[in-house]
């Protein structure tokens, strides 16, 4: 499995970013699939995730409302709207998958990862 994120870029406080994950193969008849974020010297923090099938999403409480996670399962593209920014948002961030069906929020239970893009908020 190979993902590649895309999309980042530097916005204003308040502004809106959509970041796309392109996959190889069919990714999410049989994979979780999640958007996680590193901001400078702090450890991976779980952002969102799309249930295997696409049926299911989940958010961080820190972003529930702003962002909007979903899946095109022709494309094999997994993408992250993110609304109403703000500067605690600038992050590098990556999306990432694991075989199976249970959609952890934790970092160590994804196999596959992203390469990662960088998102910067100004206030």
């Known amino acids: 499995v190979q993902l590649q994120a895309f999309g980042g870029g530097l916005v204003q406080a308040g502004g809106s970013l959509r970041l796309s994950c392109a996959a190889s193969g069919r990714l999410f008849d049989n994979y979780v699939v999640a958007w996680f974020r590193q901001a400078p010297g702090k450890g991976r923090e779980f952002v969102a995730s799309?249930?295997?099938?696409?049926?299911?999403?989940y958010y961080a409480d820190s972003v529930k409302g702003r962002f909007t996670v979903s899946s095109d399962n022709a494309k094999n593209t997994l993408d992250l709207q993110m609304n109403s920014l703000r500067p605690e948002d600038t992050a590098v961030y990556y999306c990432?998958?694991?075989?199976?069906?249970?959609?952890?929020?934790?970092?160590?239970?994804?196999?596959?990862w992203g390469q990662g893009t960088l998102v910067t908020v100004s206030s």
């Open positions: 799309i249930s295997r099938g696409g049926s299911s999403t």
């Open positions: 990432a998958a694991r075989y199976g069906s249970y959609a952890s929020d934790q970092a160590h239970y994804y196999d596959y």
